[in-house]
């Protein structure tokens, strides 16, 4: 019936005892228990073979990797341990996506449980060959810590098999922003086999080897008794389970041999790329001229002119569609998915790699209308459970774009406009100060002795509508008394959408220019009710040699208040509470989710509508609100863009904020009152968009005489 070889593999089970061994004897389990000296044999030579097979799948990868440009900063180990147990053991990153977060750390819990499981016996085995212990007797692999090693491992094991069943049951439901391959299906199935041929065969060995206090693998007791129910004995047992071994065991091998040809890379990758990352939301990396003159390169024309770390994050990609759920671009039915980025240049690079590098990165992988669609808000980034960031990715080929002068119209005049005369209205920089015309705002060189600069930025300098801001700032701070001034016709562009348009040479051209002269009048602090000016004097002027502290409107009139420092009134303010102003609060990008800012405009708000009842003022909250909010489309550069109103990203931003039935929607930012304000206007809807300083400067004692443009 069975050939020579089969006859050696079965003998030991054939010729099994019949009596099992007596109860309570020592409480362990032995390595390769039932298997013969053969199977261990066969065992070893195929775990030899899938651990070369997986050496080979990431020696692959690693060389695809090391297509792109070396890094040159260097990593903190401190740091990069903090964001690896942070990032990587703990998930922190994982969360905030309710039943997909509690799969993944189920699964990827319970994997790593079993992985430590496994590895430690492996210890047990080497360290008893090495020391010649025979297996009835272990090192350690026994007594009470064989109790507590049983208990974690069968429970950690069921975390594993409700992770996987979750997530195989979240793909057969076909969610459109899961990026879905049929492996997928394949590598979910043998994990759940595997997971389950664990307990059976734990099952199995019980009644085989008649394990004493069989209760600590309470779930292996539970199959050992299903088993015996079915008229399985010890002899049987001992057959059935040296085959669901073989199973078990070939299983295992070979989901490590396909671990590097499967998305059970993005496993390797991440935890990688994690705690790699070592950029702050809102910066971006700068472009020297030396580098340029090396490289004849301005960005990203090619897959190598990634960095090695790009590529690697690249191949940390499990497709999972956060970023796309978060994109505003995609949401408004622009040509960017930026999964679909990262997927396409992942493939791309095998590609490459392959040596099929017919493809042009620009054009045939990537189209400059999906480049040019982004508005650079972070999301995709910040919900990245992986670290990964396609925004990143886009910009660097925003630059080799501009660098081949491949942007024309509008977008491209507000560029030249900015380098001719430092504000992309085009607008004489002598009529910059115009905004404060009918107040007595003093200049850095009418007051040198100021404590705080108030940077004014080109939207309130030359937007009719916007400078109101300005106005009101400037009314809040002399009524609060502060030592305040401004750079009036001194003042330039920050650059900050130039750099993100791609435009590095002349964003550092403005940075340098106002570094200049922010340095020229001995500048330490500065207020910005933009927060795109706030982020670029914040995380880019750094890089330009400019370190300041900066701080938004919003932050310093909260400490304003706090201090007592405002003389607000509350005449007028409806007792009533149903009689108030119906008010919500659009979180802008760069406040919220870059800046982290949330808390303060919705306090100054409050105040601004409740007066002394502040406290009892309810904000109608968006349902994507504070880190989680949604961009207003004039990020970017997009608000150069000529678009139809009803074209723009952002235009679903409006619809939630009408739907709350808000009379007024509350913004902290001259770029979200703009949009905001164009897109309620095509909707005919009667709500106002007013920034918080305007609505606060209505509470002061005295009206000026001029209240801005309307």
């Known amino acids: 019936m069975f050939c020579d070889f089969c006859r050696g593999l079965l003998a030991p089970i054939l010729l099994a005892e019949s009596e099992p061994l007596a109860a309570g004897g020592p409480l362990m389990r032995e390595v390769f228990g039932n298997i013969p000296p053969a199977s261990k044999l066969v065992f070893y030579l195929l775990a030899l073979v899938s651990l070369a097979t997986f050496g080979y799948g990431i020696y692959r990868r690693v060389r695809l990797w090391r297509m792109g440009r070396p890094v040159a900063d260097r990593l903190e180990i401190a740091a990069v341990v903090n964001r690896w147990l942070r990032d990587v053991l703990f998930q922190r990153r994982i969360w905030g996506r309710g039943l997909a977060s509690l799969a993944h750390v189920l699964l990827f819990g319970g994997f790593v449980v079993l992985l430590i499981g496994t590895t430690l016996i492996a210890v047990e085995h080497i360290l008893a060959g090495a020391v010649g212990r025979p297996a009835s007797d272990p090192i350690f692999h026994k007594g009470l810590y064989y109790a507590i090693y049983e208990v974690t491992l069968d429970a950690f094991g069921i975390f594993f098999l409700v992770g996987c069943t979750m997530f195989l049951v979240r793909r057969v439901r076909n969610p459109g922003s899961i990026g879905r391959n049929s492996t997928d299906y394949v590598v979910l199935v043998t994990l759940i086999v595997i997971g389950v041929t664990g307990y059976l065969l734990e099952g199995l060995r019980i009644i085989h080897a008649a394990t004493p206090s069989p209760g600590v693998s309470f779930v292996g007791l539970l199959c050992a008794r299903m088993f015996e129910a079915a008229g399985i004995d010890r002899a049987a047992a001992g057959l059935w389970h040296w085959s669901l071994w073989w199973l078990h065991a070939i299983l295992a091998l070979g989901f490590i041999a396909a671990m590097p040809y499967t998305r059970l890379l993005h496993a390797l990758a991440g935890t990688l790329n994690l705690p790699a990352q070592t950029k702050q939301l809102g910066k971006l990396v700068p472009v020297t001229m030396e580098e340029v003159e090396e490289t004849g390169l301005v960005g990203v024309g090619s897959l190598t002119d990634f960095s090695r770390r790009e590529l690697m994050a690249l191949d940390a990609c499990v497709s999972c569609g956060r970023c796309e759920d978060a994109c505003p671009a995609f949401e408004a039915g622009k040509p960017l998915s930026p999964r679909d980025v990262v997927q396409d240049l992942r493939g791309h690079m095998t590609l490459v790699g392959a040596g099929a590098n017919g493809a042009s990165l620009h054009g045939d992988v990537i189209e400059a209308e999906t480049i040019w669609s982004c508005t650079t808000c972070t999301a995709c980034i910040d919900v990245c459970p992986l670290g990964i960031r396609p925004m990143d990715y886009l910009t660097d080929m925003r630059r080799y774009l501009i660098g081949e002068g491949s942007l024309r119209g509008a977008p491209a005049n507000s560029l030249q406009k900015s380098q001719r005369v430092g504000n992309p209205w085009g607008l004489p920089p002598e009529e910059r100060f115009d905004w404060a015309e009918g107040l007595e705002v003093p200049t850095v060189a009418e007051r040198p002795d100021f404590e705080v600069l108030y940077w004014v930025g080109c939207a309130a300098s030359y937007d009719r509508r916007v400078r109101n801001i300005a106005r009101s700032v400037v009314r809040l701070l002399q009524a609060a008394e502060v030592n305040f001034a401004v750079l009036g016709n001194e003042e330039r562009c920050t650059g900050e959408s130039a750099r993100r348009m791609g435009d590095e040479f002349l964003f550092q051209e403005l940075a340098m220019q106002n570094v200049e002269?922010?340095?020229?009048?001995?500048?330490?602090?500065?207020?910005?009710?933009?927060?795109?000016?706030?982020?670029?004097?914040?995380?880019?002027?750094?890089?330009?040699?400019?370190?300041?502290?900066?701080?938004?409107?919003?932050?310093?009139?909260?400490?304003?208040?706090?201090?007592?420092?405002?003389?607000?009134?509350?005449?007028?303010?409806?007792?009533?509470?149903?009689?108030?102003?119906?008010?919500?609060?659009?979180?802008?990008?760069?406040?919220?989710?870059?800046?982290?800012?949330?808390?303060?405009?919705?306090?100054?708000?409050?105040?601004?509508?409740?007066?002394?009842?502040?406290?009892?003022?309810?904000?109608?909250?968006?349902?994507?609100?504070?880190?989680?909010?949604?961009?207003?489309g004039g990020g970017g550069g997009r608000m150069w863009f000529d678009d139809a109103v009803d074209e723009r990203v952002g235009q679903s931003r409006v619809a939630e904020a009408l739907a709350t039935g808000a009379d007024t929607v509350a913004v902290s930012c001259p770029f979200c009152l703009i949009m905001l304000s164009d897109g309620v206007k095509a909707q005919d809807a009667q709500t106002q968009v007013r920034d918080i300083a305007e609505m606060l400067a209505d509470r002061l004692p005295q009206e000026t005489s001029d209240t801005g443009a309307k």
């Open 517 to 632: 002269t922010l340095a020229q009048h001995n500048v330490r602090k500065i207020v910005a009710h933009c927060p795109h000016c706030l982020n670029s004097l914040r995380h880019d002027y750094p890089q330009m040699g400019g370190n300041f502290e900066v701080i938004h409107h919003s932050q310093l009139l909260r400490e304003l208040v706090d201090a007592g420092r405002l003389p607000l009134v509350d005449e007028g303010t409806p007792a009533d509470a149903a009689a108030r102003e119906a008010v919500t609060f659009h979180d802008p990008c760069y406040l919220a989710r870059v800046g982290g800012t949330t808390e303060e405009p919705r306090e100054l708000v409050q105040l601004a509508v409740g007066g002394a009842n502040a406290n009892a003022t309810t904000i109608t909250e968006m349902p994507r609100n504070r880190r989680q909010t949604a961009c207003c």
